[in-house]
């Protein structure tokens, strides 16, 4: 079943310790973003990458850091989570065949609390 | 930058009635996505579109690429409708398709 699987559904940490939201596919799809998700603001995406170690920043990258180093793989890292950034993040995925794509595929979605 | 407008934001209808959700864009794009939020989260695509109309069950969707606007029907709406809708348009060729920005999107209340 095609399907982009995102690790942990729900977590709640502290200030300043550094956490890891994984984000896995099995499409081998090429392009691959994080957004996050508050209320008023929709969906801004933070990250995107277009292929295997290839990433760029979205509209809200401050805070956040990612990695592409496989092509199934891309997961979320908080370095120092603060709690601005207690939020609901989606992890999606896309392939880029033909001139305009393919439909995006989104994970469950991750609740993170940041006290 | 890209602006995506939704209307309605909020929408309360009868179980049965025709429903239109709508979305405009601001600048040329290379396809529009409509996606469905349910109340535990997830999010799932519905469509997507770069012309013309696509038709998926009572659910139809529409765009116009020279008006910059898109449309979302269901028809016979029924409770388990109930949902946020999203519109997202990706307006990247090649290497920025990935890139989608999204409406804020409209909240459906289907009551029985």
């Known amino acids: 079943e095609a399907q982009v699987t995102q690790n942990p559904r729900y977590l709640i940490t502290v200030t300043g310790k550094k956490l890891t939201v994984t984000c896995s596919q099995n499409m081998n799809h090429e392009y691959m973003s994080w957004y996050r998700q508050d209320p008023g603001l929709g969906l801004r ?21 990612v990695s592409r180093k496989e092509k199934r793989n891309f997961p979320l890292i908080l370095e120092s989570p603060s709690p601005n950034q207690t939020s609901l993040y989606f992890c999606a995925s896309s392939s880029g065949q033909g001139r305009v794509g393919t439909e995006a595929f989104f994970g469950q979605g991750t609740r993170l609390t940041v006290v | ?34 996606l469905q939020q349910h109340p535990g989260g997830g999010i799932v695509s519905l469509f997507m579109l ?42 990247g060729y090649g290497g920025s398709q ?12 289907v009551k029985p």
Not at chain 2, 2 to 15: D, F, I, R
Not at chain 2, 61 to 83: C, G
């Open chain 2, 98 to 109: 990935g890139n989608l920005i999204f409406g804020k999107g409209t909240k459906l209340s």
């Open chain 1, 45 to 65: 995406q933070i990250y995107y990458s277009m292929n295997v170690e290839v990433t760029d920043k979205g509209d809200v990258p401050e805070g956040y850091k």
């Open chain 2, 50 to 91: 770069s012309s013309g109309k696509k038709k998926h069950g009572r659910l139809i969707a529409t765009i116009n690429i020279q008006e910059k606007h898109s449309s979302l029907h269901i028809t016979a709406s029924h409770p388990r409708d109930s949902a946020v809708y999203i519109c997202a348009v990706r307006w």
């Open chain 2, 1 to 34: 930058k890209n602006e995506v407008e939704q209307s309605p934001q909020n929408l309360t209808a009868q179980e049965g009635e025709f429903i239109t959700i709508n979305c405009s864009y601001s600048v040329g794009i290379s396809a529009l996505h409509w």
